[in-house]
């Protein structure tokens, strides 16, 4: 039997009240007194947890047009390749971390095999929330439009990951962003 490392990561939150001129201010002021020990979060504040493999391999950056050529060329070779699209903080109406606006993407999607019937890219969130989401109608780099979400930036594995066909750790959610 082999032996596997995984990162577990808990996340906590908790809201509170802080007396300012404006919402930088109140930002301010929120940081340094969870600095000085002020805002203690415990327990009750759990919110999730994330399992995720951890990889030895570092990450490349690519262009969104180098990641859909490298898609596409591992399907001619009958291979699948996952690759992560992290979108702007802006193409969100809520604000979100970098780890939920990445978006999990395998060439196993009619957008990069020749010969489909038709075009469409799904994709899920790292962080489970958005699960096989339909990415193309909404990226304004295929069908999304001027208002589409925007690529911040597009990375694979150094080792070329291959997709497995893992399935989610979560149920699909009920929210598209």
């Known amino acids: 039997m082999k032996e596997y490392e995984?990162?577990?990561t808990e996340t906590l939150r908790k809201t509170v009240m802080v007396e300012a001129e404006s919402l930088a201010d109140a930002r301010k002021k929120a940081d340094l007194g969870w600095i000085r020990?002020?805002?203690m979060l415990d327990a009750e504040d759990f919110v999730g947890v994330t399992f995720e493999p951890k990889h030895d391999s570092p990450q490349v950056y690519v262009t969104y047009q180098e990641l859909t050529r490298r898609f596409r060329e591992a399907e001619k070779q009958g291979k699948h390749l996952k690759g992560y699209i992290v979108f702007t903080a802006d193409s969100f109406q809520k604000?979100?971390?970098a780890f939920e606006r990445t978006y999990v993407v395998s060439s196993d999607n009619k957008a990069f095999q020749s010969g489909q019937g038709g075009y469409s890219i799904y994709g899920s969130s790292l962080d489970g929330e958005d699960v096989?989401?339909?990415?193309?109608r909404l990226m304004a780099d295929e069908y999304g439009g001027k208002?589409?979400?925007k690529i911040e930036r597009c990375y694979v594995l150094q080792d070329g990951e291959v997709?497995?066909?893992t399935?989610?750790?979560k149920p699909p959610a009920a929210k598209v962003r």
């Open 163 to 165: 997709d497995r066909g």
């Open 6 to 8: 995984v990162v577990i």
């Open 147 to 149: 208002d589409g979400f």
């Open 132 to 136: 096989c989401v339909r990415l193309d």
């Open 167 to 169: 399935p989610p750790l």
């Open 37 to 39: 020990g002020e805002y």
């Open 95 to 97: 604000p979100y971390t």
